[in-house]
Nanobody, 128 residues
């Protein structure tokens, strides 16, 4: 199993980044996908998750209206478009896969289920 994340980097406040995560080694369509992050000295938190079909998503309150998650089941890839980035978004971002049934509530999956697979993380730094 591999979750290969890319797209992190350093940007100024107000800038944008797009994270990508290509999955392999498991049946992508059977998993909700998501992004977690961990900032220095802080606990890991769920940022955003998307359900198996891609029709439903969850966002942590601080990123609502700024971040957008999507997935391409043909390419086994999940994306996180991050706009209006702020210094508090600085963290290592991890791509995750969460095994769920098709109808499982995505907010519940993101908040309550321990991800089955984790990527290696990609650093996002927002600084002027």
């Amino acid at each position: 199993v591999q979750l290969q994340a890319s797209g992190g980097g350093s940007v100024q406040p107000g800038g944008s980044l797009r994270l990508s995560c290509r999955a392999s080694g498991f049946t992508f369509q059977h998993y909700a996908m998501g992004w977690f992050r961990q900032a220095p000295g802080k606990e890991r938190e769920a940022v955003s998750c998307i359900n198996r079909s891609g029709r439903s998503a969850y966002y942590e309150d601080s990123v609502k209206g700024r971040f957008s998650v999507s997935r391409d089941n043909d390419k086994n890839t999940v994306y996180l478009q991050m706009n209006s980035l702020q210094p508090e978004d600085t963290a290592i971002y991890y791509c995750v896969a969460i095994r769920t049934i098709l109808s499982y509530d995505i907010e519940r999956a993101c908040a309550e289920k321990e991800p089955d697979y984790w990527g290696q993380g990609t650093q996002v730094t927002v600084s002027s």
